[in-house]
């Protein structure tokens, strides 16, 4: 289980500048729906962009804190 505040802050430890909106699905705290929106995606592909959020979200996807995310991520317009 993890609020939604330790789930920001393990993905802006990675990304910094995102703006992270996340959903919990279950009311579980621990699957949730995160939209993620920032400048280090730029040039990146999806699937780019996916792992670096998961990368972020490593340590807590493997000790049970986070069980599922659904993940949309978004490069800032100019």
């Not at 990146?44 to 949309?72: F, M, N, P, S, W």
């Amino acid at each position: 289980m993890i609020d939604d505040d330790s789930l920001t802050a393990l993905i802006r430890n990675a990304l910094p500048d995102a703006v992270v909106t996340i959903q919990d699905r279950t009311g579980t705290m621990d699957h949730f729906n995160v939209s993620v929106r920032s400048n280090g995606f730029r040039g990146k592909t999806i699937i780019e962009q996916h792992q670096l959020v998961y990368g972020a979200l490593k340590a807590a996807l493997k000790d049970g804190r986070v069980h599922a995310v659904e993940l949309k991520t978004l490069v800032p317009e100019d």
